[in-house]
T-cell receptor
């Protein structure tokens, strides 16, 4: 069974702080995606990383795919209240295997 | 339509009754997925349709769960003899092409079994 563990599970921070969310697996994935989900909505794709060691930036968000394509991280710089939500990593096989999720709360 | 549409958005049913959940994918998206999300948790894969291939049913938790899809259009997820542990949000997603494409999710159906 392929499992994706995310850490931390919960994160409460003040506006302006930096944070990193980790996504780890014992399995190798062809690609990995990060999604953000807000209450009452489905997850929305943030980024897809494909190559081991790849780094992608999306404004204040930086995503990295591990060299062995088993793990990934999401770093947010100067968090804003609008970043609040559930962050999910997902490994790609023929279907997405979702991580356990990290619930982020950013206080003004 | 522009997005993935799911109906109903909310469903309350009595234990033991059958329910049908509907998903309208984005036109032209060949792959369709059903996931279940329990309160405060991640997404649990249920079933996957890809074109005319046999569906991947490996995530269905019991034989009370079934799903159908006609061609590349609407899908229905049916839960028979609902139990309280079936209470969750059921999310549908469609994908345009290969596995590197992002999934587009609907807003889900919140099922409550009382």
């Amino acid at each position: 069974t392929q499992l994706l563990e995310q850490s931390p599970q919960f994160l409460s921070i003040q506006e302006g702080e930096n944070l990193t969310v980790y996504c780890n697996s014992s399995s190798v994935f062809s690609s990995l995606q990060w999604y953000r989900q807000e209450p009452g909505e489905g997850p929305v794709l943030l980024v897809t990383v494909v190559t081991g060691g790849e780094v992608k930036k999306l404004k204040r968000l930086t995503f990295q795919f591990g060299d062995a394509r088993k793990d990934s991280s999401l770093h947010i710089t100067a968090a804003q209240p609008g970043d609040t939500g559930l962050y999910l990593c997902a490994g790609n096989t023929d279907k997405l295997i979702f991580g356990t999720g990290t619930r982020l709360q950013v206080f003004p | 339509g522009a997005g993935v549409s799911q109906s109903p958005s909310n469903k309350v049913t009595e234990k033991g009754k059958d329910v049908e959940l509907r998903c309208d994918p984005i036109s032209g998206h060949t792959a369709l997925y059903w996931y279940r999300q329990r309160l405060g948790q991640g997404l649990e894969f249920l079933i996957y349709f890809q074109g005319n291939s046999a569906p991947d049913k490996s995530g269905l938790p019991s034989d009370r769960f079934s799903a159908e899809r006609t061609g590349e259009s609407v899908s229905t997820l049916t839960i028979q003899r609902t139990q309280q542990e079936d209470s969750a949000v059921y999310l549908c997603a469609s994908r345009k092409g290969g596995v590197s494409y992002g999934y587009t999710f609907g807003s889900g159906t919140r099922l409550t079994v009382v």
